[in-house]
């Protein structure tokens, strides 16, 4: 009976081990907002968790902040879409390889009404300009993301500083696209906006799409394994596997099955 005993308690100490394993079988994502309320995480992770057992936890973040999250070495993997800081990141030793994985558009939306005229361009630039020249209600995510980082630039290229009419027309939510983009709707402000994101967002109110089609609208993604040598704790295989998977033609047709309707929201364009 003793000896019953003891080879049962062996067995549940084993098994409580390998359960503790298997919830430790995780890497942590740092991603931006339009990835995750885009709802494309949803739609990726169930297949790569199927197939590798590794459970990927996403902390949805503009890139600026995730990136800043994989300096202080709380990510395995970085997911972003900004690609100057990105290979500055790579550039200090931060990041490992950084790997292009897709890309889809950002557009500026705003209300019907128009109040700034520029329904229908194709010229980015200029809608900036007469934005500022007719004081227009503008919703900025002001929170240091790639969105907000191709933003600027743009207001930049414009000559247009939009602090100037910061509190006025111009006003910084310092929150994620989603919010950002309900801000602009009970504004009925112009917003500056990735497509997934505003193809999944539901609160549209009055706004719709009045500028697409700049080629200076594209919008790239990349993927990074933070260094372990920077960082020894993070998990190198697992999140290793992950950016594999993700430009591997099994991760790049997932990629390019999301959609929305008729609409796809991203596209893969990995370089191997």
């Keep these: 009976m003793n000896r019953f005993r003891r080879v049962l308690l062996s067995l549940v100490f084993v098994l409580s081990v390998t359960g503790v394993q ?16 885009s709802g494309l995480f949803k739609h990726l992770l169930p297949v790569f968790e199927k197939k590798t057992g590794i459970q990927v936890r996403v902390v949805a973040l503009g890139t600026g902040q995730a990136l800043d999250m994989a300096r202080r070495g709380d990510a395995d993997v970085v997911f972003v879409h900004d690609p100057a800081a990105e290979e500055k990141f790579v550039a200090e030793g931060f990041g490992l390889r950084r790997q292009e994985v897709m890309y889809n558009d950002f557009v500026l939306v705003g209300p019907k009404s ?33 969105t907000h980082a191709a933003e600027l630039r743009l207001w930049k290229t414009a000559g247009v500083d939009p602090q100037t009419g910061k509190g006025g027309w111009y006003r910084e939510t ?33 706004l719709v799409i009045v500028v697409e089609g700049d080629q200076r609208l594209f919008n790239q993604y990349g993927v ?40 796809q929201l991203f596209f893969p364009n990995t370089k191997r």
Excluded at 186 to 192: G, K, S, T, V
Aim: a positive charge; glycine letters at 10%.
């Design 224 to 263: 990074m394994l933070v260094n372990p040598s920077k960082h020894p704790h993070v998990k190198r295989e697992q999140g290793q596997a992950f950016v594999d998977w993700l430009v591997s033609p099994e991760g790049q047709a997932t990629i390019a099955s999301y959609k929305i309707g008729p609409d």
């Design 174 to 206: 310092g929150s994620g696209m989603g919010p950002t983009l309900n801000t602009a709707s009970a504004m009925n402000a112009y917003a500056f906006t990735d497509r997934g994101t505003w193809l999944s967002f539901k609160n549209r109110g009055d």
């Design 22 to 37: 298997a919830q430790q079988t995780f890497i942590t994502v740092a991603s931006t907002t339009s990835t995750e309320q």
């Design 114 to 146: 128009d109040p700034a005229r520029i329904l229908g361009s194709r010229d980015i630039v200029d809608a900036y300009k007469k934005i500022a020249a007719a004081g227009a209600p503008f919703a900025s995510r002001g929170d240091k993301s790639g």
